[in-house]
């Protein structure tokens, strides 16, 4: 059963079912229109390359992470980013969205 609270959607995948998805990614808006545009794929470059390590993990990182959510008033100073395997970026994106 879908997870979105009144859908009364059985197909689901990953908790939600696909109208909710689709639902959540309109109101998420594009990667540029949250500010992960030219500007911070570079910035995120140049973190991992002087960051090549998964903080969590020690394996190769390949994500760059928020300490501090953009969406909760962080930024993207060094000091706000953390350089995460992918594996522990879900992880972490996955204890931090409320269900």
Known sequence: MCTTPGCP???VRFGVCAQCAAQRERQRGSAA???YDGGWRKLRKL???S???????GAPA???DH???RSAGGTDDWGN???LCHA???AKTGEQTPR
Not at 51 to 57: D, G, K, S
């Open 9 to 11: 959607n059985f197909a």
């Open 33 to 35: 229109s949250r500010g």
């Open 47 to 49: 973190f991992l390359q």
């Open 51 to 57: 960051n090549p390590w998964c903080v969590r993990c």
């Open 62 to 64: 390949t994500d760059v």
């Open 67 to 69: 300490i501090i959510p």
């Open 81 to 83: 980013l953390q350089a």
């Open 88 to 90: 522990c970026h879900s």
